[in-house]
């Protein structure tokens, strides 16, 4: 219940699946994983929406963090057969995968956007489905949970959406920015993959909602 409760809300807890280790906690004071000076104004303002506590509220967002981290951390700890560790700071709504590689470590290019894209879409299949299960046990769940599944699941299909059109324009250190910039072969693929997840979640949504 504990971890549970921390996945809702963003509480501090620390749980170990397998080789992958789970901390969900604050972020220590003046830390600094971005210079707001140098950031874009996309990036500032969806910083300062990400980091509202009634948006994070809303969007699940410690949630969503730890599913679009642990994709990446699944493709790591199976790619390169090495332990893991998933960082998320709830406070400031980012999240890291670690896994406990040094420079000796080689991998192959592919290998790494699938790692890369992992995350992402890992995030969005989530989304998908929490919709699909909110409109299948609407009968059963409460109203307001039925929309807080459906809502928040759609924000980050956006978020998701938003991140990889601007971290593939920019080629920065972003997921798709990453494999836009290493692995330009598997963008196209990833892409794909992505925009086919977000237009299913978007059509169930609207089929709910709309129809």
């Not at 170990?16 to 969900?24: C, D, H, N, V, Y």
């Not at 896994?99 to 000796?104: L, W, Y």
């Not at 890992?122 to 489905?129: E, H, P, V």
Request: aromatic share 10%.
């Amino acid at each position: 219940m504990a971890f549970i409760d921390s996945l809702l809300f963003g509480n501090k807890t620390c749980i170990s699946l397998g080789t992958i280790r789970i901390e969900i906690k604050k972020s220590p004071e003046g830390i600094a994983f971005n210079n707001d000076h140098s950031l874009s104004l996309f990036d500032k303002a969806a910083q300062c929406v990400l980091r509202q506590t009634a948006f994070k509220t809303l969007s699940l967002s410690t949630l969503h963090l730890v599913v679009h981290e642990l994709g990446h951390a699944v493709a790591q700890a199976i790619y390169l057969k090495k332990p893991v560790k998933i960082e998320i700071y709830s406070d400031i709504t980012k999240g890291y995968s670690i896994p406990d590689i040094s420079e000796k470590d080689i991998f192959d290019a592919k290998d790494y956007g699938i790692m890369a894209a992992a995350g992402p879409i890992t995030n969005a299949a989530f989304s998908t489905l929490k919709i699909a299960a909110a409109i299948h046990f609407q009968d059963v769940i409460p109203n307001a949970i039925e929309n807080w599944m459906i809502i928040s699941s759609l924000i980050w299909l956006v978020l998701e959406t938003a991140y990889a059109i601007d971290s593939t324009s920019k080629k920065n250190e972003g997921d798709f920015g990453q494999i836009a910039k290493y692995v330009p072969d598997c963008l196209n693929q990833a892409i794909l993959i992505l925009a086919c997840e977000v237009f299913l979640g978007c059509i169930l949504a609207m089929d709910y909602y709309l129809l």
